[in-house]
């Protein structure tokens, strides 16, 4: 298979001149053409390649080229495209085009952002476990050195980071798939043999099958002469008996010990019940619509009175109760935190909290501005300073957007049914990331 990654590593110059990446930028501006035509993402690969042979490796190129290998090879191309951007900032910095700061910021910028996009379209299992912390460690060299350059806000890589690091925290918590029935069910005589298990391991399930019990399985092929001695025979027969006995009692102790253990305790309230068929049926039966209704009115009062973060306080309080139940006990230590962790997993930071407000208050310094310099004469901002903090207010509006105008994006669409799955759980995260934060900010003790 031929490699896809750059053959000669070094810095290029201003690629403009060169015909390949007129051709890929036109590629590339599909992403903002109103009809949004698919891109050929193989065809802005081969280019991005080109261009590297011909001009050598600059940041605006490597941006495509990066795109290009996440939308091929999903978070393996990602983590390459990346990695080749990280080592030319690294090493050349100096020379890396465009040198100036403001054009490095807003492709890097530009870069993130869609690349949240892609990774939101990724299917992630356990087979991506590797490539993830690959790539996770790539961003952190990446943070390091934008940090270095004062360029780590501007940049907008730390949604990204997070964003990767969710979804490593999900995926090593999921379970693992299990062995098939047939596979664990397998008849001795038919057991494969351990040179047959050492050729062909079971991919991310080292230890499906123990050692231990395949060359056990390869040793029981001489069976023990039986004992002549009626005496031994019955010595061990009575002691089989008793080894009988004693488990039995002492398994059913455990039993009801653990029984006793899984029982509710009663002061721990329950959760909201609806209605059951069941139920239904007996108010129906017995005529007694007017019972149900009652009922289900004051349930729909009760419902509209519960706080939008009721299962917050829901779950602070079940911990609340182990901690009171048994305060020395590990398990309860780990449930607390287990929840805090969850809750900071889901929780939003604090940069994309503040985002609006400095975009905000970064329009309202440049209308001041340019409310100074009405009745000054000889006094302007010159359009690059106009553009450093039109731009800069841009990105602090990026940094999150409002709930209210992905609601609005939803609602924009002709046919709700067609709602892509990524955009309504990017709305569901980010309203349960508001409501983890405001039940922060009005429960503080």
Not at 19 to 33: G, N, V, Y
Not at 133 to 144: G, H, I, K, R, Y
Not at 277 to 300: C, H, M, N, Q
């Amino acid at each position: 298979m031929k490699s896809t990654e750059p053959r000669d590593i070094r810095t290029g110059g201003d690629p403009r001149p060169f015909p390949d990446f007129i051709a890929l930028r036109d590629e590339m501006s599909k992403q903002t053409h109103p009809a949004r035509p698919d891109i050929h993402w193989e065809r802005v690969e081969k280019l991005s390649l080109a261009l590297f042979d011909k001009n050598g490796i600059e940041l605006q190129t490597g941006a495509w080229y990066t795109l290009a290998r996440s939308h091929l090879a999903r978070v393996e191309g990602m983590n390459e495209g990346l990695k080749l951007v990280a080592t030319m900032l690294r090493r050349q910095w100096a020379q890396y085009w465009p040198r100036a700061s403001h054009p490095r910021a807003e492709i890097l910028s530009g870069l993130f952002q869609r690349l949240q996009k892609v990774f939101r379209t990724f299917t992630l299992s356990h087979e991506d476990y590797h490539p993830l912390l690959q790539l996770e460690s790539t961003l952190d060299s990446l943070s390091s050195i934008l940090a270095r350059q004062e360029l780590l806000q501007i940049s907008q890589i730390e949604p990204l980071v997070q964003q990767v690091c969710s979804a490593l925290t999900r995926v090593e918590n999921e379970p693992e798939p299990q062995l098939s029935a047939a596979a664990i069910t397998l008849p001795v005589a038919q057991a494969p043999p351990i040179g047959l298990n050492e050729a062909t391991p079971e991919p991310r399930r080292p230890d499906a099958i123990p050692p231990g019990s395949a060359v056990a399985v390869n040793r029981g092929n001489k069976t023990a002469p039986a004992p002549k001695r009626v005496g031994l025979f019955a010595c061990g027969m009575l002691t089989a008996f008793a080894l009988s006995a004693a488990v039995f009692i002492g398994g059913h102790y455990l039993a009801r010990s653990d029984q006793a253990a899984q029982q509710p305790d009663s002061r721990q309230q329950p959760l909201p019940w609806l209605p059951g068929a069941a139920a239904g049926e007996t108010f129906s039966s017995s005529g007694s619509a007017a019972g149900w209704l009652k009922d289900a009115s004051l349930r729909l009062e009760a419902l509209s009175a519960l706080p939008p973060d009721w299962h917050l306080r829901y779950g602070q309080d079940l911990i609340n109760q182990a901690y009171a139940l048994w305060p020395g006990l590990p398990g309860t230590k780990e449930l607390g935190t287990q929840w805090r962790q969850k809750l900071a997993l889901n929780g939003t930071s604090d940069d994309s909290l503040a985002g609006w407000h400095q975009g905000m208050h970064r329009l309202q310094s440049l209308s001041e501005q340019l409310n100074a310099l009405d009745g000054q004469k000889g006094r302007y901002l010159t359009v690059s300073e106009l553009k450093s903090q039109v731009f800069a207010a841009i990105q602090a509006f990026n940094q999150s957007v409002p709930a209210e105008e992905q609601l609005r994006q939803i609602a924009a669409r002709q046919e709700p049914g067609m709602i892509p799955q990524a955009q309504k759980l990017e709305v569901e995260q980010h309203l349960q990331q508001l409501i983890i934060r405001y039940s922060a900010l009005t429960n503080r003790e």
